[in-house]
């Protein structure tokens, strides 16, 4: 690289993380009114996706599905238990896991959700075609940056 393409690769313009840090903050803002309807912050949501697609996982499963650790993952459990959207039971097998699962009102609310998915659809403008391409071309680019952290 000559140095004014490595000046050039220090914009802030120019920075992949940038777009992708500023895309996902522009996602929340659509989201946050959709979501506040059902009373779920974007984690929330996210956690309750996992769980209308697959009740009663431990709490490391829906964290290695959501990419999370233990210690954001489990405050946001005990807010959805608070709202009696879920249960945390200890596992009889296994006392150290801890298992969620969903309550009829956590199966209820996904009924609600279903207004979620159109509603980005809407703000995006893009058919459902292209974002499935983008979708893709994020999760290939996630996979590519965590191998490469060996």
């Known amino acids: 690289m000559n140095k004014k393409q490595e000046d050039m690769a220090l914009l802030l313009g120019n920075q992949i993380c940038f777009a992708a840090y ?7 803002r659509v989201y946050k009114p959709l979501l506040d309807t059902l009373g779920l912050t974007y984690p929330q949501y996210l956690a309750m996706l996992v769980l209308w697609e697959r009740d009663d996982l431990a709490v490391k499963e829906i ?12 405050p946001l459990l005990k807010r959805l238990e608070a709202a009696r959207l879920v249960t945390r039971t200890r596992s009889p097998e296994d006392e150290r896991q ?3 699962k969903l309550t009829a009102a956590g199966r209820a609310l996904r009924e609600k959700a279903r207004n979620v998915p159109p509603g980005i659809l809407r703000a995006c403008d893009r058919s459902v075609d292209d974002l499935m391409k983008l979708k893709d071309q994020f999760l290939a680019l996630r996979d590519q940056l965590n191998a490469a952290l060996g």
């Open 98 to 100: 801890v298992r969620i």
């Open 22 to 28: 500023s895309t996902a903050h522009a996602f929340n």
């Open 63 to 74: 964290g290695e599905l959501l990419h999370l650790d233990s210690g954001t993952l489990t």
